[in-house]
């Protein structure tokens, strides 16, 4: 599943504000190209219009030059990423992916044209030091300010509600794809962030004791079988097409969930399942 490209695209003049700043990226919009690649974009074109003559490669740079900024446009909202929203491409799933790639044919244009150029060995001692403080920056920046990524749990039952309270959308199965992006929709339709089983055409609301989360498995104690009849139960289970059962059987799918069918006992009306 992918989202609207259009909405992950980034802000244009965000972008070239973040990018001067030498911002961190503490979300993804604001993901930028950093103050260094500009500053190189920006040195080498001037050097590129006052000495063309003696430089060679001239055309290899400029479309270096040409590529990296359409890569950047690319990953912007300028381009209209709508209109290839239900296209092959949506794979990329972020537009500012393609930054990678115009990171990439900015430095790499710079580099073949500063390679050319005299210069003492002062002026690169000066050079480094000026990278180098930029990159420090970054990473000072990155670590004081960046959210936490580890967190501490003081008893079991904190850890256990963070642990089973994410819900993530990226890699759905094909069966809920009418539902992409959709957030607020994706947790009212999809059964799996509800839960909810479906018995024999019947909605129904497990309660938080009747489902076990296990390392790669999942327990359901279902209640309210009809004794002595072959029960459909839809589980709130992602179904990707190769669900089997231990006997080598396709579960089916239904709307990217589970499908399996139990004969109940004449006695019993419960039954526990462990996918």
Known sequence: MSGILQDEALNPLELLTNSIKNSIAVSMQSINIGTLTIVVSVVSIIILIIKQKKIAHTNEIKIFFILGLTYTVLSTRLFPWFLL??????IIQFPWRLLGIATFCFAYAGALEFGQLYISKRLILGILVCINALNLSYVHAYLTLQPPRFYSYYNLSEFHKMATSAEYYDYMSAGKKNYYNENDLLK???????NYVNINGKRVKLSSDQIHPGYKKMTYNIEGLRPGELNQIVLPLNNYGLNKS?????????EGNTVIWIRASKTYKNVTITN
């Open 188 to 194: 009212r339709k999809l059964s799996m962030y509800q």
């Open 85 to 90: 929203n239900n296209s092959p491409i949506r």
């Open 246 to 254: 231990k006997q080598g059987r396709v579960a089916e799918n239904l």
